[in-house]
């Protein structure tokens, strides 16, 4: 399986770009206001997403950042089969990662491609 060659984060509401490679929406909840044809995502990816009760306890607050993230972490290492499939699915390819969150650099998108980028 190979690598991304690199892991990107978008808002959903960044336009596409040709340079994204295979963009994947990894929220549990579909986000309000966007039509699928415009998100131009290749896959959703829920499972991949924080548990709810995780994200509720987040609630998007940079003071519990680090606690989010690495409780996060600990979430995906319960799942290496989802991880492992997008990876495959991922082909190589840049991998981009969409998110909602009006926050750029606290959000499960990010949190995910630290995951991913630290070899798990």
């Not at 509720?56 to 995906?76: S, T």
Request: charged letters at 30%; hydrophobic letters at 40%; aromatic letters at 10%.
């Amino acid at each position: 399986m190979k690598q991304p060659s690199r892991i990107q984060c978008k808002r959903v509401q960044d336009p596409a770009e040709p340079s994204d490679g295979y963009r994947v929406l990894v929220d549990r909840i579909w986000p309000r206001g966007i039509k699928k044809e415009a998100l131009k995502a290749d896959d959703w990816r829920k499972n991949l997403a924080p548990s709810t009760e995780l994200r509720k306890w987040f609630g998007h607050d940079p003071a519990r950042w680090a606690a989010f993230y690495q409780k996060f972490h600990a979430e995906l290492r319960q799942r290496p089969e989802q991880v492992d499939s997008l990876l495959a699915a991922c082909d190589g390819r840049v991998l981009t990662l969409l998110f909602a969150a009006r926050d750029r650099e606290h959000n499960n998108a990010v949190a995910l491609r630290m995951f991913l980028l630290d070899g798990r």
